[in-house]
């Protein structure tokens, strides 16, 4: 048969010409989540790896939720921050190693901070546009677990002898080593594009929008607070499943003061006049894994499940931070939300007034305080701070990156449940690399 002759293989069964109808988009239930209570890194978690929390957390929505049989589950969506090479098809492998049945799909993404958020939303369109039924999403992170990288010129000899054809030109590029290559390359929490820490990127931030010491920490103490209230009422009773002797967020200081947080030296921006951020302000390295279950209203309704909220919305954003920072730090690393989030309600209808939850990411006090001002500058009304992360944030919890996202779904769906008559919650969530990704949660 000539090459250009077309194949005599028929591979449709009806010879259907009209194009299908595009599938109407179905109402996004979140039916519930699972977490491990976050760990200060070098701590209780230090030997767990990212798989090691996943499966824990995803084999708590299993245990809850019956989700042990065949078929019940038709995908599973995560992913890592900090992640091995071990850790290659990090979802499926938790798979293989929970209660899930064996045979469920799944699948990694990663996007900084938002990776959890953004796992939720590829899950949930896969749900909107009948694709699939049920679905869990989130993340894992392990600070204390971090790869460490061979020195790049240790590197570079190990593939040059890999390659070399013969004993002696093996020899001859063994030769190269030096013992100074052996120490490994540690990672750092820096942009690559600018070298600075995401501490040192939200102090320029801070500066620019004028945000002070004793807001920061005011900030900070109300996160704690809150968390231990949300505690002590029961209220993560059926959210977070104990780890290793854990039952409760170990960076969680229910006696934070102002007065105390005060003491604290300032850690980030001490080469700038009155630097304001600490320890105390800011979220710790942490270990830890959230996950969401998601499904269809048919799927829950068929199990008996009623949904906590729906996901009715979401969208993301990127700002030029390189250049923004240098250009006085509004545009700053951790600003996208000041774009996503008016984008998104403009879509939407909607005004920071229609929230009756607003859930910001905590990943520095002074990057919440910043964003709230810069959604007032874009003419959102201000929001309300009894409103404002009720049960606590990331201060409090610490901030695993990739299990933020769900830990948040998960918290402000409940918080939704748990209000008599329709309710609507918003999330924002800063990312590295200058991204972020927002959601509304409702409740009707």
């Known amino acids: 048969m000539s090459t250009s002759e077309p194949s005599k293989v028929t ?64 995908e599973f969506v995560a992913g890592a921050v900090l992640k091995h090479s071990r850790d290659f098809n990090l979802a499926r ?48 992170d392990t600070a204390s677990d971090a790869p460490l990288g061979v020195d790049d ?18 020899l001859k590029a063994l030769a190269q080593f030096r013992p100074a290559q052996l120490v490994p390359e540690i990672p750092r ?17 801070a500066r620019a929008w004028g945000v002070g010491r004793e807001a920061q920490d005011e900030l900070a103490v109300t996160s704690h607070q809150r968390l231990a209230a949300a505690y002590e009422r029961g209220f993560f009773g059926d959210l977070v499943v104990p780890f290793r ?49 998601l499904a269809s209203e048919a799927w829950a309704e068929a199990r008996g499940l009623e949904p906590l909220a729906y996901l009715a919305a979401y969208e993301t954003a990127a700002v030029d931070f390189v250049r923004g920072d240098a250009a006085g730090g509004e545009d700053g690393l951790l600003m996208a939300p000041a774009y996503a989030v008016p984008r998104m309600l ?53 901030h695993p990156f990739a299990a933020t996202g769900a830990r948040i779904v998960a918290t402000l769906a409940k918080l939704l449940a748990e209000r008599s008559g329709p309710a609507r919650g918003l999330i924002s969530i800063c990312a590295a690399g200058g991204q972020g990704v927002t959601a509304i949660l409702e409740r009707t």
Not at 50 to 69: K, S
Request: charged fraction near 25%; hydrophobic fraction near 40%.
């Open 11 to 74: 591979y449709l069964r009806g010879a259907r010409k009209e194009p299908l109808e595009p599938p109407r988009a179905r109402r996004v239930a979140i039916v519930g989540g699972s977490r491990i209570p976050f760990a200060r890194s070098d701590g209780p978690y230090a030997t767990a790896s990212n798989q090691d929390m996943l499966t824990a957390a995803v084999n708590g929505l299993v245990n809850r939720y019956a989700l042990d049989v065949p078929g019940v589950v038709g």
């Open 93 to 140: 492998e938790t798979v293989l190693g929970s209660r899930l049945d064996a045979r469920t799909p799944a699948y990694d993404v990663q996007q900084a901070c938002g990776t959890g958020l953004q796992a939720v939303i590829a899950a949930a369109n896969k749900i909107a546009l009948g694709q699939t039924e049920s679905a869990i999403a989130g993340g894992a």
């Open 153 to 170: 010129r240790l590197r570079r000899i190990l593939l040059e002898a890999r390659r070399a054809k013969s004993i002696g030109d093996r």
């Open 189 to 205: 929490n820096a942009e690559p594009r600018t070298g600075l820490s995401m501490g040192e990127h939200a102090a320029v931030t």
């Open 245 to 293: 002797d854990l039952t409760r967020d170990q960076n969680l200081r229910p006696d934070s003061t102002v007065e105390k947080l005060a003491r604290l030296k300032p850690v980030f921006g001490t080469d700038g006049p009155e630097p304001t951020m600490t320890a105390g302000n800011s979220t710790p390295l942490t270990d830890g894994s959230a996950v969401i279950l």
């Open 346 to 398: 403009e879509r939407a209808g909607l005004g920071i007034e229609d929230f009756d939850l607003v859930e910001v990411h905590e990943a520095f006090a002074s990057q919440v305080l910043a964003t709230l001002a810069a959604w007032e500058k874009q003419g959102l009304a201000p929001v309300d701070r009894d409103r404002l992360n009720v049960a606590g944030s990331s201060l409090a919890t610490g």
